[in-house]
Protein backbone atom coordinates (compact mmCIF):
# COMPACT_ATOMS: atom_id res chain seq x y z
CA UNK A 1 0.00 0.00 0.00
CA UNK A 2 1.27 3.00 -0.87
CA UNK A 3 2.26 5.58 2.50
CA UNK A 4 0.52 8.15 1.34
CA UNK A 5 -3.00 6.28 0.96
CA UNK A 6 -2.64 4.49 4.38
CA UNK A 7 -4.92 5.64 7.03
CA UNK A 8 -4.25 8.49 9.89
CA UNK A 9 -6.25 9.31 12.56
CA UNK A 10 -8.38 12.15 13.54
CA UNK A 11 -9.06 13.60 16.26
CA UNK A 12 -11.36 16.75 16.80
CA UNK A 13 -9.66 19.98 19.20
CA UNK A 14 -11.29 17.98 22.51
CA UNK A 15 -8.95 14.15 21.61
CA UNK A 16 -11.78 12.97 20.52
CA UNK A 17 -11.61 10.37 17.85
CA UNK A 18 -14.13 11.50 14.95
CA UNK A 19 -12.78 10.02 11.55
CA UNK A 20 -10.23 8.68 9.78
CA UNK A 21 -8.16 10.05 6.68
CA UNK A 22 -5.74 9.53 4.08
CA UNK A 23 -1.96 9.72 4.96
CA UNK A 24 -1.83 12.29 2.29
CA UNK A 25 -4.83 14.40 3.54
CA UNK A 26 -3.35 14.34 7.31
CA UNK A 27 -0.04 15.91 6.00
CA UNK A 28 -2.25 18.44 3.75
CA UNK A 29 -3.60 19.59 6.92
CA UNK A 30 -0.25 20.02 9.12
CA UNK A 31 0.86 21.63 6.57
CA UNK A 32 -1.69 24.14 6.05
CA UNK A 33 -1.98 24.85 10.02
CA UNK A 34 -5.07 23.14 10.29
CA UNK A 35 -3.92 20.54 12.24
CA UNK A 36 -0.80 19.07 14.15
CA UNK A 37 0.37 15.48 14.07
CA UNK A 38 0.29 13.65 17.92
CA UNK A 39 2.84 11.68 18.95
CA UNK A 40 0.66 9.03 20.16
CA UNK A 41 3.56 7.43 22.84
CA UNK A 42 3.75 11.22 24.43
CA UNK A 43 1.00 12.97 23.64
CA UNK A 44 2.78 15.32 22.24
CA UNK A 45 1.62 18.08 19.04
CA UNK A 46 4.18 18.81 16.78
CA UNK A 47 3.42 21.58 13.53
CA UNK A 48 4.18 20.57 9.95
CA UNK A 49 8.02 22.45 10.87
CA UNK A 50 8.51 20.56 13.67
CA UNK A 51 7.34 17.04 12.94
CA UNK A 52 9.43 17.85 9.77
CA UNK A 53 12.64 18.38 11.59
CA UNK A 54 12.44 14.92 13.60
CA UNK A 55 14.54 12.31 13.59
CA UNK A 56 13.80 8.75 11.98
CA UNK A 57 14.09 5.69 13.57
CA UNK A 58 15.07 2.75 11.82
CA UNK A 59 11.42 1.00 11.86
CA UNK A 60 9.87 4.25 11.37
CA UNK A 61 8.04 4.76 7.97
CA UNK A 62 8.48 8.39 6.11
CA UNK A 63 7.66 10.22 3.14
CA UNK A 64 10.72 10.71 0.88
CA UNK A 65 10.20 14.67 -0.66
CA UNK A 66 12.97 16.58 -2.41
CA UNK A 67 14.75 17.78 0.35
CA UNK A 68 13.53 16.23 3.40
CA UNK A 69 12.31 12.67 5.30
CA UNK A 70 9.14 13.33 6.81
CA UNK A 71 7.58 10.36 9.75
CA UNK A 72 4.22 9.53 8.44
CA UNK A 73 1.91 10.40 10.68
CA UNK A 74 -0.52 8.05 12.54
CA UNK A 75 -2.88 10.52 14.33
CA UNK A 76 -3.51 14.36 14.00
CA UNK A 77 -5.04 16.72 16.38
CA UNK A 78 -7.17 19.29 14.22
CA UNK A 79 -6.60 22.79 16.15
CA UNK A 80 -9.89 24.57 15.39
CA UNK A 81 -12.87 21.44 14.87
CA UNK A 82 -14.30 20.76 17.77
CA UNK A 83 -17.81 19.21 16.49
CA UNK A 84 -18.50 15.32 16.59
CA UNK A 85 -19.28 12.82 13.49
CA UNK A 86 -23.07 12.82 12.63
CA UNK A 87 -24.65 11.12 15.25
CA UNK A 88 -28.43 10.49 13.49
CA UNK A 89 -29.12 7.25 11.97
CA UNK A 90 -29.18 7.86 8.11
CA UNK A 91 -31.92 6.51 6.20
CA UNK A 92 -31.18 3.87 4.25
CA UNK A 93 -31.78 0.43 3.15
CA UNK A 94 -29.04 -1.13 5.01
CA UNK A 95 -30.30 0.84 8.03
CA UNK A 96 -33.87 -0.07 7.54
CA UNK A 97 -33.37 -3.86 6.87
CA UNK A 98 -30.79 -3.75 10.18
CA UNK A 99 -33.87 -1.78 12.13
CA UNK A 100 -36.14 -3.78 11.10
CA UNK A 101 -34.22 -7.37 11.67
CA UNK A 102 -34.58 -9.07 8.15
CA UNK A 103 -38.35 -9.49 8.57
CA UNK A 104 -41.58 -8.96 7.20
CA UNK A 105 -43.20 -6.99 8.91
CA UNK A 106 -46.96 -7.71 7.45
CA UNK A 107 -46.17 -11.94 8.29
CA UNK A 108 -43.03 -12.13 10.19
CA UNK A 109 -40.95 -14.54 7.90
CA UNK A 110 -37.52 -14.11 7.35
CA UNK A 111 -36.76 -15.23 4.14
CA UNK A 112 -33.45 -13.49 3.39
CA UNK A 113 -32.52 -9.97 2.07
CA UNK A 114 -33.27 -11.17 -1.27
CA UNK A 115 -36.49 -11.95 -0.53
CA UNK A 116 -37.46 -8.85 0.86
CA UNK A 117 -38.52 -5.08 -0.76
CA UNK A 118 -39.58 -2.06 0.60
CA UNK A 119 -42.48 -1.12 1.20
CA UNK A 120 -44.05 2.25 1.58
CA UNK A 121 -47.30 2.26 3.88
CA UNK A 122 -49.04 5.25 2.15
CA UNK A 123 -48.16 4.55 -0.94
CA UNK A 124 -45.59 7.14 -3.10
CA UNK A 125 -48.48 6.83 -5.58
CA UNK A 126 -50.96 8.65 -2.91
CA UNK A 127 -48.01 10.76 -1.43
CA UNK A 128 -46.41 8.30 0.86
CA UNK A 129 -43.19 9.44 0.96
CA UNK A 130 -39.81 7.36 1.96
CA UNK A 131 -38.74 8.05 5.56
CA UNK A 132 -38.17 5.86 9.08
CA UNK A 133 -42.15 6.51 9.34
CA UNK A 134 -43.41 5.11 6.50
CA UNK A 135 -41.22 2.72 5.42
CA UNK A 136 -41.04 -0.83 6.27
CA UNK A 137 -39.61 -4.35 5.05
CA UNK A 138 -42.21 -6.55 3.40
CA UNK A 139 -41.89 -10.00 1.87
CA UNK A 140 -42.41 -10.04 -2.42
CA UNK A 141 -46.05 -11.57 -1.61
CA UNK A 142 -47.15 -9.54 0.83
CA UNK A 143 -45.71 -6.10 -1.45
CA UNK A 144 -47.38 -7.63 -4.30
CA UNK A 145 -50.04 -8.61 -2.48
CA UNK A 146 -50.82 -4.92 -0.74
CA UNK A 147 -49.86 -3.30 -4.06
CA UNK A 148 -50.38 0.01 -4.29
CA UNK A 149 -53.20 0.33 -1.38
CA UNK A 150 -53.28 0.79 2.29
CA UNK A 151 -52.53 -1.69 4.56
CA UNK A 152 -56.02 -1.49 6.54
CA UNK A 153 -57.72 -1.69 2.94
CA UNK A 154 -56.34 -5.21 2.47
CA UNK A 155 -56.60 -6.72 5.65
CA UNK A 156 -52.95 -6.46 6.81
CA UNK A 157 -51.49 -5.37 9.66
CA UNK A 158 -47.95 -4.29 10.90
CA UNK A 159 -45.53 -6.41 13.64
CA UNK A 160 -44.65 -3.23 14.87
CA UNK A 161 -45.06 0.36 13.74
CA UNK A 162 -42.21 1.83 12.42
CA UNK A 163 -39.93 4.30 14.09
CA UNK A 164 -36.59 6.00 13.44
CA UNK A 165 -34.28 3.38 15.43
CA UNK A 166 -32.87 4.46 18.59
CA UNK A 167 -29.47 2.73 18.03
CA UNK A 168 -26.25 5.30 18.04
CA UNK A 169 -24.32 5.25 14.92
CA UNK A 170 -20.34 4.20 15.41
CA UNK A 171 -17.41 5.06 13.40
CA UNK A 172 -16.43 2.28 11.36
CA UNK A 173 -12.48 1.27 11.18
CA UNK A 174 -11.59 -1.25 9.17
CA UNK A 175 -9.47 -3.50 11.43
CA UNK A 176 -7.34 -4.48 9.03
CA UNK A 177 -5.92 -0.75 9.00
CA UNK A 178 -6.21 0.22 12.45
CA UNK A 179 -3.11 1.27 13.55
CA UNK A 180 -1.68 -0.05 16.84
CA UNK A 181 -0.54 3.85 17.58
CA UNK A 182 -4.41 4.50 17.65
CA UNK A 183 -5.31 2.82 20.58
CA UNK A 184 -4.55 5.05 23.09
CA UNK A 185 -7.10 6.94 21.65
CA UNK A 186 -10.00 4.42 20.72
CA UNK A 187 -11.58 2.12 22.83
CA UNK A 188 -14.31 -0.34 22.25
CA UNK A 189 -15.36 -0.62 25.76
CA UNK A 190 -15.63 3.64 26.25
CA UNK A 191 -16.22 5.09 22.54
CA UNK A 192 -18.65 4.08 20.09
CA UNK A 193 -16.33 1.86 17.37
CA UNK A 194 -17.29 -0.44 15.44
CA UNK A 195 -14.66 -2.74 13.89
CA UNK A 196 -15.00 -4.39 10.38
CA UNK A 197 -13.48 -7.10 8.92
Known amino acids: MNLLTQPA ?3 NKSWIA ?6 RRAM ?10 VEPDTYATFDFSMWSELSIAQDQEFIQTVSLRIRVPEVILLT ?21 SYTCQYCGIKPGSEELTIDHIVPRSQGGISNWDNCVLACIKCNHRKSN ?4 SMGMHLKKLPTKPSWTPTMKITYS ?8 FLSDK ?3 IALEE
Do not use: H
Not at 80 to 100: A, E, H, I, K, T
Not at 149 to 152: A, G, L, N
Open 80 to 100: FYNGLPQMDVVFSRRNLYRRD
Open 149 to 152: KSPE
Open 9 to 11: LVL
Open 190 to 192: YWN
Open 177 to 184: RRRVAWEK
Open 28 to 37: SLVYGGEAKV
Open 18 to 23: ITTTTV
